[in-house]
């Protein structure tokens, strides 16, 4: 009976008008599973689980933020070229965090998939002066996801413009970090300390976590030493949390060991 009612729409529709009796029927049913964000992936149809298990994760990291005005930024609105397809994590996240602004950017023009509390902006995440003018309309973000193009070069730089758009609180998170490992797309898996990929830029950060115990008088703090308070790796995910890192060294002082 589900096949028949498929192929009937399939024939009297088009895409458009299937994407948007797909949405009103998900925002029926989400009601019911508003809380549970593995069940509203199924139902919104994003590959965040699935093909993925990022929603699991993405529960742990961002339950603080379920009932507050938080606003999020994701990378990636999905579709490619075409304007009518693509959203679903967006409508997802709308459906999981209901006070909140979602927010997104992509290389095209994806302005007919916005809806109330979903706005889409078009630009690439690697241009500084388009990514200022956005924070500059939306303010500081709570959450930003890099779904996008999953070039090394694109994510390192992303992540660079975009953490100190981060309220302190918040959450960065980068998904896809597979393709560290694919040459075609910057990545490399034969020299595992190739400092050009993702996830070698990543594990550069977990020094950040540790600046107070560094052996090096004067050592002048970075941005992310002083801003990233702890990192979580899960396969092809990553989440960095920031806030201020002023823990003080129980040996160290300076840059030379006490009483040494």
Not at 160 to 170: A, M, R, T, Y
Not at 221 to 239: G, P, Q, R, W
Request: with cysteine; glycine share 8%; charged share 25%.
């Amino acid at each position: 009976m589900t096949n028949f009612i498929k192929n009937y729409l399939k024939k009297r529709l088009s895409a458009y008008q299937r994407m948007k009796l797909r949405i009103f029927a998900t925002n029926i049913l989400s009601v019911f599973f508003s809380g549970n964000l593995n069940k509203l992936a199924q139902l919104c149809g994003t590959g965040k689980i699935g093909s993925h298990c990022y929603t699991q994760h993405y529960m742990t990291h961002f339950k603080k933020f379920r009932r507050k005005k938080i606003k999020l930024l994701e990378i990636g609105v999905g579709g490619y070229e075409d304007p009518n397809i693509g959203g679903h994590s967006l409508r997802m996240w709308k459906k999981y965090f209901p006070l909140g602004e979602i927010f997104a950017i992509d290389i095209y023009d994806k302005s007919a998939l916005q809806e109330r509390s979903i706005k889409i902006f078009q630009g690439s995440q690697v241009d500084k002066d388009f990514l200022d003018e956005v924070t500059k309309e939306t303010g500081e973000f709570d959450i930003i996801i890099d779904d996008g193009s999953h070039i090394n070069e694109h994510v390192i730089t992303s992540f660079k413009l975009l953490f100190p758009k981060l309220k302190d609180g918040g959450v960065y998170a980068i998904e896809d970090l597979q393709t560290s490992y694919f040459p075609d797309c910057g990545g490399d898996s034969k020299n595992l300390n190739n400092p050009n990929t993702s996830m070698n830029f990543l594990k550069s950060l977990t020094d950040c976590l540790n600046h107070a115990e560094f052996l090096l008088p004067d050592y002048n703090k970075t941005y992310f030493d002083k801003k990233i308070i702890s990192i979580h790796f899960y396969h092809n995910l990553v989440f960095i949390h920031k806030g201020n890192n002023d823990e003080t060294s129980n040996m160290v002082s300076n840059g030379s060991l006490i009483n040494a």
